[in-house]
């Protein structure tokens, strides 16, 4: 009985891990275990391998300016060649003297995005802003009035073109898009069967041959005599391409909404234009801002292909600045600093609409 | 109080015909289908025109005639006196070829970085993040230009080639790699290998049915991977270990014996694998943080170790999430190798850009393009779509 309750010491238990520190903060989230060092050692080995490259090649060794191609050549980057090339890279053939008005375009376009992101101004004051935004985009690059010289579209070049083949392209995609996806849930047999056919067949196919066929059949489509812009031709095969993809969008929308609201809907007498404008639509749009957002990424991105049919967008602006006999070689300057602006967009954009789904999560988190 | 007889209350009228939804439909569906007549007649009309106007014969015919355009690359025997048809076929096995290998690749990468993206190790999860975050947001034809101009320009004559594998040489000529020279006994090992294949599904079978009978285990596992193994290993050490390499080596001015890949198709296949790869993680990272965390507890307290709890509990349900989005992109895979346009590699539409510049069919030559992309297309999404329902929650 007596050594049943004899009291036994315990051994003495380790001390927790300390939580604080910059020691154990090491532990836990590098060195836990005998896997994670390893994985640690590895990644750790990997950035000892290219950062001090990458910086020694962007930096240290790099050239910031050089008269040619010739001064230029090191171990490092050639940032003289972007110095050099800056203005034809972002304007391309655009008229020298002329180029503060496709600077402004650009300045204009990014203003636009920036608005469009405060949700306060969301509804008719935004569409306003675009509209006035859009013909003054139009005015600066046309031009032929106010004292600026007429451009024509052959010289719209580089950042501005790579801004409005992705915006105007949206934007006049984005009520077409509507259209086919009503049409896709419409109740009349035919109309589905030829939306269903036309949003299929364009999301069948590369953008490549939607360009392709814009490029070389859209002139053959129009009566003799007619001709068309190769930025209109362009133009029209990012809305036809982008309104497919929009309508998927759309359509993920719609069907969201749930069917007490189109039966009350019918029970208040609306018909059936007055009920998806005033009911469904504000509700099914609201609820796909997120992944609009990423298809506009996605033509964003897309309007780099339009090298294939001889336009100049910020990619075939790079390509051109390469070809120059002074400067060669310099084509991972070039790519480099595209990417960066390019990336910039995207990010940028991308991280907003993860914000906005985070947002528009949080009534349904609880 | 009697009530009111029902003679009493007028019926409503008929509504007018026109009134009546059915027959609105009806009209609306047959406006419909006459505009979309109308406008398409009017584009056909038209391009008829045109092409009649600048002599151009419709319809497929040329596809008989001599290509007498030199290909590049090709996985069958073509030479500049064949038909169009066959550099189409030409162009179309090589857009295939770099698809296939390039879904496999970017499968296996992207699963790989987007479970590492949700390492616990701190280092290893903002990497991915990096590398995630930046193929991600920058244009798939800048990529592949970056890629193809490195290997033309940023590479080193086949003299000076690096040489990141011993026998594997990067120049700018390509890339060289070594190949197992083929010898009669690799038939027999590849045949212990479906031998073994086919036993170990058998056996996992047996095993499968023994458990649910009495409750017994069996490790199916290890034997399945014996017999799929050590078959193959058997066969190979008796036929005495016949594994001769064929060794790129310096011929003059380029590479002779061993296999090779043009720079074309190595920045293809790159760019198009770590491209769709940074998009696949995404996919994979969010389909295993769809899976709530309950499961892998409720798997725990049933006294499941982690390897089961994975393959058993929270795989089957992620993978459900998984599959319809990875399904797009593969066919976006598919359809971006397209862009070998750009950089020279022969796919489908650069021999058909090639064939519609010699031979002015460009309304063919698209149709004939869309055509086999529609194709691989559904064929894609077909068999994806049979897989998830394989993988699909059933319902009641």
């Not at chain 1, 520190?21 to 290219?50: K, P």
């Not at chain 1, 990423?294 to 051109?320: E, H, P």
Request: proline residues 6%; charged residues 10%; hydrophobic residues 55%.
């Amino acid at each position: 009985m007596t050594d049943a309750t004899q009291d036994l010491p315990l051994p003495a238990e380790r001390p927790p891990t300390p939580s604080a520190g910059i020691v154990s903060w090491l532990r836990v989230n590098l060195f836990n275990s005998i896997g994670n060092t390893l994985l640690t050692l590895v990644a750790a080995w990997f950035l000892a391998m290219t950062i001090p490259r990458l910086v020694r090649w962007a930096v240290i060794d790099a050239i910031w300016h050089a008269d040619s191609g010739r001064a230029c050549r090191g171990d490092g980057a050639c940032w003289a060649f972007i110095g050099e090339k800056l203005r034809f890279i972002l304007f391309g053939r655009f008229p020298y003297a002329e180029q503060w008005r496709p600077l402004f375009v650009v300045l204009i376009f990014i203003g636009l995005i920036l608005a469009s992101c405060d949700r306060r101004i969301w509804g008719r004051r935004l569409v306003l802003l675009w509209l006035v935004g859009l013909a003054l985009v139009g005015v600066l690059m046309w031009g032929g009035i106010l004292g600026m010289s007429y451009v024509e579209t052959d010289l719209w070049n580089g950042l501005p073109l790579t801004l409005i083949l992705a915006v105007v392209g949206m934007a006049l995609a984005f009520p077409l898009a509507i259209l086919l996806a009503l049409g896709r849930r419409s109740q009349l047999p035919a109309v589905r069967a030829i939306c269903v056919a036309y949003i299929e067949l364009i999301r069948g196919v590369p953008l490549i041959t939607v360009l392709f066929m814009a490029s070389v059949m859209l002139p053959l489509f129009l009566p003799t005599g007619m001709t068309i812009d190769k930025l209109l031709r362009a133009q029209i095969a990012f809305i036809l391409f982008a309104a497919a993809y929009l309508a998927e969008v759309v359509r993920g929308g719609l069907q969201a909404i749930p069917k007490g609201q189109i039966e009350a809907a019918d029970a208040l007498g609306l018909g059936y234009w007055q009920r998806t404008r005033l009911i469904v639509l504000p509700q099914a749009l609201a609820l796909v801002i997120p992944p609009l957002v990423n298809t506009f990424i996605g033509t964003f991105k897309d309007t780099s292909l339009v090298i294939v049919i001889g336009l100049f967008d910020l990619l075939g602006t790079a390509n051109a600045a390469l070809t120059d006999a002074n400067w060669r070689g310099f084509f991972a300057e070039a790519y480099v600093f595209i990417a960066a602006i390019y990336f910039s967009f995207c990010f940028f954009m991308s991280r907003y609409s993860q914000m906005l789904e985070r947002e528009f999560n949080k009534g349904g988190r609880r | 109080m009697a009530s009111p007889s029902t003679d009493s209350i007028p019926r409503p009228a008929r509504p007018p015909f026109w009134r009546n939804p059915a027959v609105r439909g009806v009209f609306y569906q047959l406006l419909f289908i006459a505009v979309v007549v109308a406008v398409g007649g009017f584009l056909v009309h038209n391009t008829l025109v045109n092409l009649g106007r600048q002599n151009i014969a419709t319809g497929f015919g040329f596809l008989h005639r001599e290509a007498s355009f030199a290909i590049g690359e090709s996985l069958i025997a073509y030479a500049p006196s064949d038909t169009y048809a066959r550099a189409f076929l030409v162009g179309l096995i090589n857009t295939l070829y770099v698809a296939v290998l390039g879904i496999v690749l970017a499968t296996v990468l992207g699963t790989v970085i987007g479970i590492a993206r949700l390492s616990r190790n701190w280092l290893v999860a903002k990497l991915t993040l990096v590398y995630v975050e930046t193929f991600r947001n920058i244009p798939l034809a800048l990529q592949l230009l970056f890629w193809w101009t490195f290997l033309r320009e940023g590479a080193p004559s086949p003299r000076q080639a690096w040489r990141p594998l011993p026998g594997v040489f990067v120049s700018d000529r390509g890339l060289e790699f070594p190949l197992p020279q083929s010898n009669p006994a690799h038939l027999w090992i590849f045949l212990a290998f479906v031998v073994g294949l086919a036993g170990a599904v058998a056996v996992s079978g047996w095993a499968r049915r023994r458990q649910m009978a009495t409750g017994v285990q069996f490790p199916s596992g290890w034997v399945g991977l014996a017999l799929i193994v050590g078959l193959p290993l058997l066969v190979f050490l008796t036929a005495g270990t016949p594994l001769a390499f064929d060794w790129p080596a310096l011929k003059g001015f380029n590479f002779a014996g061993g296999g090779s890949v043009s720079p074309e198709f190595a920045a293809l296949l790159f760019g198009l694998t770590i491209y769709t790869a940074s998009f696949i993680a995404e996919i994979v990272r969010a389909g295993i943080l769809s899976v709530s965390w309950g499961q892998s507890e409720a798997a725990s307290a049933l006294g499941l170790r982690p390897g089961l709890t994975m393959r058993l509990v929270v795989l089957p349900q992620a993978l459900r999430v998984i599959i319809p989005p990875i399904t797009s992109q593969y066919l976006n895979l598919t359809k971006n190798s397209s862009l070998a346009v750009i950089i020279g590699y022969p796919d489908l539409v650069s021999i058909a850009n090639t064939t519609m510049n010699q031979t002015g069919q460009a309304v063919e030559g698209i149709a004939l393009i869309m055509a086999v992309y529609l194709a691989i297309s559904l064929t894609i999404a077909l068999s994806m779509n049979l897989y998830n329902r394989a993988v699909a929650l059933v319902e009641r």
